[in-house]
C-alpha cells in the first residue's frame, strides 16, 4: 500500500500566485519528510526538508507546513515562477533507524503559466 | 564533490537475459537505495543496503537482487529480465550520521524487449 499520498496529481498556477502541494503518511514513527523535485530528463534533487520538531521550514520562497496530529503536509511555494515547473515529491523516513528506509509519494507535477 | 555515478545510462535487453546495474558514490554515506521511476507511480523502492554486505528488501523487490560489496558500490541485478522491468531506475546514497535525505544518481534507462 501506498506509505505516502501525494494530492493533486497536477496543478496549474499563474505566474506570482502561490501554489499549495499536499503529502499525507500513514507510519506515525516517520520522522524526517524531505521534499525533492525533479525536472524533464534530470533526477530528483533535494528542495527541502523538516522534522516533526518544528511544524514550519521555510526556505526563501518554499515553506513546508508540518501537522502531526493528523500525519498531513504542505509545500507552499509562493510567488511561484514558470522557472518552479517541475514534478514535486514528498518523502518519508525513520532517520534514527540505522536502516534508514525512505519512501516517496507518486509526485505532484506544477505548471506554473507566466 | 558529493557524486553517485550509474552504468550504464541506457541498456537495451532482451527477455530473459541477466542485466547488471551499477552504482558508485564518493559521498562516504552509509545508505544507498534503488529506486524505479514509471509514470504515475513516482519512485518506488526495489532495495536498500545500510552499510557494505547489507541488502534490505524495499516494496519492490520482486525480480531483482541487490549487492553491497562495499561502502561505495551497489549493484542491482535482474537475473531473469522481462519487459514489466522496462523502467528508469534511479540510484541514491544518503547518511544516517548527518541525516542527509538520498542524493540521487542521473539515472539508467533500461528497456526489455
Known amino acids: 500500500q501506498q506509505q505516502v499520498r501525494q494530492s493533486p496529481q497536477s496543478l496549474t498556477v499563474w505566474e506570482g500566485e502561490t501554489a499549495i502541494l499536499n503529502c499525507s503518511y500513514e507510519?506515525?514513527?516517520?520522522?524526517?519528510f524531505p521534499w525533492y523535485w525533479q525536472f524533464p530528463r534530470e533526477s530528483p534533487a533535494l528542495l527541502i526538508a523538516?522534522?516533526?520538531?518544528?511544524n514550519k521550514k521555510e526556505d526563501g520562497r518554499f515553506t513546508i507546513f508540518f501537522n502531526k496530529r493528523e500525519k498531513k503536509l504542505s509545500l507552499h511555494i509562493t510567488d511561484s515562477q514558470p522557472g518552479d515547473s517541475a514534478t514535486y515529491f514528498c518523502?518519508?523516513?525513520?532517520?534514527?533507524?540505522?536502516?534508514?528506509?525512505?519512501?516517496f509519494g507518486t509526485g505532484t507535477r506544477l505548471q506554473v503559466l507566466p | 564533490e558529493a557524486a553517485v555515478t550509474q552504468s550504464p545510462r541506457n541498456k537495451v535487453a532482451v527477455t530473459g537475459g541477466k542485466v547488471t546495474l551499477s552504482c558508485n558514490q564518493t559521498n562516504n554515506h552509509n545508505n544507498m537505495y534503488w529506486y524505479r521511476q514509471d509514470t504515475g507511480h513516482g519512485l518506488r523502492l526495489i532495495h536498500y543496503s545500510y552499510g557494505a554486505g547489507s541488502t534490505e528488501k524495499g516494496d519492490i523487490p520482486d525480480g531483482y537482487k541487490a549487492s553491497r560489496p562495499s561502502q561505495e558500490n551497489f549493484s542491482l541485478i535482474l537475473e531473469l529480465a522481462t519487459p514489466s522491468q522496462t523502467s528508469v531506475y534511479f540510484c541514491a546514497s544518503g547518511s544516517t550520521i548527518n541525516n542527509q535525505a538520498p542524493l540521487f544518481g542521473e539515472g539508467t534507462r533500461l528497456s526489455v524487449l
Open positions: 507510519d506515525s514513527t516517520f520522522d524526517y
Open positions: 518523502a518519508a523516513s525513520h532517520s534514527s533507524s540505522n536502516t534508514n528506509k525512505v519512501v
Open positions: 523538516i522534522r516533526p520538531v518544528s
